[in-house]
T-cell receptor, first 114, second 116 residues
Framework: DAEITQSPRHKITETGRQVTLACHQT?????MFWYRQDLGHGLRLIHY???????NKGEVSDGYSVSRSNTEDLPLTLESAASSQTSVYFC?????????????FGPGTRLTVT | AQKITQTQPGMFVQEKEAVTLDCTYD???????LFWYKQPSSGEMIFLIY??????QNATEGRYSLNFQKARKSANLVISASQLGDSAMYFC?????????????FGTGTRLKVLA
């Protein structure tokens, strides 16, 4: 069965370190997204990609970067981790066949920056 | 600017009763889609139901139905015959698709607790 996976599931890092969160999907979807979830804010879009070599900034992109070298993967990098980036991170993907396409979410990565 | 508003941070419902979770949205586009997701305590996001802006009938999926009032820009989720397993966080989301845009905007969520 097709799926979307994230690794690691839990990560503790120190302020200032570079951290990369992996996202891998086997749906063959062109669209991929990264969100962060914080209490009281719901899911906020960090970056998104509509295909290979395409990346776009979301509403909370400062301090984050992504790259898309193939259809399956969209890694999220925190260039210099800050305590404000402690959060739960979700990766998602969707098809682009029509407006009814729902997003498929990964299980999430809980990141703690100390 | 596009926006999703969920005004109920938390709600309680008695088992076997129906409950309505509110969602209002703001968009200037004529073409858009509305989604509801469930997030149980285990953390995964589960797609529940979809409503397109041009759909004339309210969407239904089992015990879930979407009360779509386009003029009021509301898309409330109705859960009938609540079960203990319905206790979760519920998110409303909107997707505009002018010119091939595929972004989704989420509300802040409503936490539902079903009481035995």
């Amino acid at each position: 069965d097709a799926e979307i996976t994230q690794s690691p599931r839990h990560k503790i890092t120190e302020t200032g370190r570079q951290v990369t969160l992996a996202c891998h999907q086997t749906w063959n979807h062109n669209n991929m997204f990264w969100y962060r979830q914080d209490l009281g804010h719901g899911l906020r879009l960090i970056h998104y990609s509509y295909g290979v070599q395409d990346t776009n900034k979301g509403e909370v992109s400062d301090g984050y970067s992504v790259s898309r070298s193939n259809t399956e993967d969209l890694p999220l990098t925190l260039e210099s981790a800050a305590s404000s980036q402690t959060s739960v991170y979700f990766c998602a993907s969707s098809a682009d066949s029509g407006p009814q396409d729902e997003q498929y979410f990964g299980p999430g990565t809980r990141l703690t920056v100390t | 600017a596009q926006k999703i508003t969920q005004t109920q941070p938390g709600m309680f419902v008695q088992e076997k009763e129906a409950v309505t979770l509110d969602c209002t949205y703001d968009t200037s586009d004529q073409s858009y889609g509305l989604f509801w997701y469930k997030q149980p305590s285990s953390g995964e996001m589960i797609f529940l139901i979809y409503q397109g802006s041009y759909d004339e009938q309210n969407a239904t999926e089992g015990r879930y139905s979407l009360n779509f009032q386009k003029a009021r820009k509301s898309a409330n989720l109705v859960i009938s015959a609540s079960q203990l397993g319905d206790s979760a966080m519920y998110f409303c989301a909107m997707r505009e698709f002018p010119s091939g845009t595929y972004k989704y905007i989420f509300g802040t969520g409503t936490r539902l607790k079903v009481l035995a």
